[in-house]
Structures are given as C-alpha cells and as structure tokens.
C-alpha cells in the first residue's frame, strides 16, 4: 500500500467547504457554469450527498447536505478566470442568478457575481491592471461614496 500523503493529491492549503441543501443541483450549476469535475461522492442510502469533492480548475472544494430542518451555510468564493465576462455569461445561462453583473473596478479588476442554487456567491474576475498600494490607495480616496 503506498504511503499516506499528510496532504491529498491536488489540494492546496485552504479548501472551501460549503454545507448547503440541494447539493446535487448545486454541483451540476457548477459543472455547466465553470466546467467542475466530480472528484468524489459520498451519498446517504436516501440519496443526500454527505460530502462531496469538486474541482475547478485547479482547486478544490468540499460541499456537504445539511438537513433541511438546519441552517445552510452558503459561502462567498472569489475566482479568477481570463475572460470574466464569457465566464459570467455562462454561469448566468446555466442558472445563475446575476449579483452584479462584470464592472470595470477601480482596483484594477474587471468583476462580477453569480448566485447558484444554494445561496452561495460566486464573484468571478480578470486582473485588468497591475497597480501599486498608493495608486489603490489614491484611487479608493476619489470614490464617491
């Protein structure tokens, strides 16, 4: 048996966990919105997923079903992608609901955001500019607020 890893294969060192109702139709907005993978399943005999493993890209996440007398406790995850507005379309087209849809943002990032079917927001961005601390600085200074 080979040796045991102390970190599993394709993990980094934070990985999200989300425990929301409806596992399954949140994963399958994510396969069609971003192109996850099924890593694992794990299901109770009456169907609920008690945890499953999903990749994106190159991170992982961890979803679990909570009973739907609890609590879910959606997330807010943040995701870099080339193109943020092709990304948002397709999330929007598979089912998601528009956030705010992608904005030019004075930080130098064009973003946007996404609910899925369990309350969770997905904020996808593009690095559109590199920029110093004092030009963020200068330039949060000039919002109107």
Known sequence: MPQTKPIPEGFHAVTPYLAVHHVRRTIDFLKAAFDAQEIEIHAMPDGRIMNAIIRIRDSMLFMGEKPLSEEPWPGMLYMYVEDADSVFKRAVDAGGKVVMPPTDQFYGERSGAVEDPSNNQWWISTRTEN???????????????
């Open 131 to 145: 920029m110093s601390n004092e030009e963020l600085i200068e330039r949060a200074k000039k919002l109107k607020r």
